[in-house]
T-cell receptor, first 109, second 111 residues
């Protein structure tokens, strides 16, 4: 079983839609949770970083962590074609960052 | 610009050869991480250095090695290259409370 499970998609939505991306993890020792965006095999770009259960909002992005169910989510409001990318969840315990496989998102104009 | 610099951006080499990838972390970051991303796989952790010392090892092959120098830049050495080593190699650096910042990667093609 992978330590971090993420539905690879692909996910295709119309412009303006609310997008929900989800991951589950198995190791309760994971303390930090991140979401990255990766365009066309460029370097992953950090979108959200949190270490506690609950919601964290940044503009159109909201990260949600539920440590009791080991579930992390990223919501994108008013999605734009420029949001089309691969989104990777990641968790960390100590120094090692463990990634999900990534979800490929396409936002259609 | 993320602040993490990787060189070269592209590298094409033959099987059996040795290459060196270079990474300069974001200013002030002491930790450097190396990741491999193949076409059919996600980001795989290779190795971490902290202030010049190896801190953690992941799925790094014995043919691969890394080091971090006193000025905190790091090099990843890949030797006896095989076709299957063709991948994107990313470097990341981190500081407490700020997550991990990735460079733009080195695309290695082994022919």
């Amino acid at each position: 079983q992978k330590e971090v499970e993420q539905d690879p998609g692909p996910l295709s939505v119309p412009e303006g839609a609310i997008v929900s991306l989800n991951c589950t993890y198995s190791n309760s020792a994971f303390q930090y949770f991140m979401w990255y965006r990766q365009y066309s095999r460029k370097g992953p770009e950090l979108l959200m970083y949190t270490y506690s259960s609950g919601n964290k909002e940044d503009g159109r992005f909201t990260a949600q962590v539920d440590k009791s169910s080991k579930y992390i989510s990223l919501f994108i409001r008013d999605s734009q074609p420029s949001d089309s990318a691969t989104y990777l969840c990641a968790t960390a315990s100590g120094s090692r960052l463990t990634f999900g496989e990534g979800t490929q998102l396409t936002v259609n104009p | 610009d993320s602040g993490v610099t990787q060189t070269p951006k592209h590298l094409i080499t033959a099987t059996g050869q040795r290459v060196t990838l270079r990474c300069s972390p974001r200013s002030g970051d002491l930790s450097v991480y190396w990741y491999q991303q193949s076409l059919d796989q996600g980001l795989q952790f290779l190795i971490q250095y902290y202030n010049g010392e190896e801190r953690a090892k992941g799925n790094i092959l014995e043919r691969f090695s890394a080091q971090q120098f006193p000025d905190l830049h790091s090099e990843l050495n890949l030797s006896s290259l095989e076709l299957g080593d063709s991948a994107l190699y990313f470097c990341a650096s981190s500081a407490p409370g700020y997550g991990y910042t990735f460079g733009s990667g080195t695309r290695l093609t082994v022919v």
